[in-house]
């Protein structure tokens, strides 16, 4: 698998959406936005826990994100506590290690051929 090199981390960048959630990039807000408001964050769900499909559509990193979206909220918690919370300095960068837990989101735009 490709290393993971996140642009967005490096330049310490972030997407703020109008209704206040904190995203680490665009491609994480624009796909949940598009997703939830059309055929609904559920259909990640199946795909994330259907076995032979984890691999390549993995979107668990952005469920669990999504199941605690209020810790992620700048309407509810301020901006410093979000992006130093365990999900934007843990648990995304740790998804990368193992390919099984990388997002498919995280593969197609942020991998770094060697």
Known sequence: MPAIECEWML???????????????CFFSNNVYERE???????????????????????KIILEYYKNKDDYNIFKKPLEEIINSEWFTKTLPESWQIEKNTCVLCKRFCSVKS
Do not use: A, F, H
Request: net charge positive; with cysteine; proline share 5%.
């Open 37 to 59: 408001n059309t055929i609904g964050l559920d259909s990640w769900e199946i795909s994330s826990t259907r076995p032979g499909r984890v691999g390549y559509y993995n979107m």
């Open 11 to 25: 330049n310490k960048r972030i997407v703020v959406g109008v209704d206040g959630q904190v995203w680490p990039c």
